[in-house]
């Protein structure tokens, strides 16, 4: 009993002929194609945010025995922009036990240094406890 064709396999016969694979080539081109948007994405975003307007540098910190503390801090911002600082006393573990805004105004080009860009502040606070530590918690530029 010899026949021209073969007969299909029971796994064919029940559920049905394999599909044919994608070309590894077309998946690879997609994957290629996805990794370089987000590349050029992340480029996009870099370039876009550039650096922070203003930033803060801690530079001191003292405690006075009258439930008083001060910080001494540097601003950097545009000479022409108006700045206000989150200024913190912090305690063994770290709790804010004081804390108080500073307002850093507008500066002329002899102010500080780096014409007038970077400028020194000391920020005066009542602590509730006793404090251990001090320093700006985040500055940002206030609009007029």
Do not use: H
């Amino acid at each position: 009993m010899s026949s021209a064709s073969t007969p299909p396999s029971r796994v064919a016969t029940r559920y049905g002929t394999p599909k044919p694979r994608r070309q590894p080539r077309r998946a690879r081109v997609l994957t290629l194609a996805a990794l370089s948007g987000a590349v050029l994405a992340a480029g996009v975003f870099a370039v876009t945010t550039g650096s922070p307007p203003v930033d803060s540098k801690d530079v001191g910190f003292s405690l006075d025995a009258d439930g008083r503390a001060s910080v001494d801090f540097e601003v950097t911002k545009d000479r022409s922009a108006s700045a206000q600082c989150a200024v913190q006393a912090l305690s063994e573990n770290y709790a804010v036990v004081g804390w108080k805004i500073v307002t850093v105004g507008p500066t002329d080009p002899g102010d500080g240094v780096n014409e007038g860009r970077t400028t020194a502040q000391r920020a005066d606070l009542r602590t509730d406890s006793p404090a251990v530590s001090g320093g700006v918690n985040a500055c940002w530029i206030v609009e007029d």
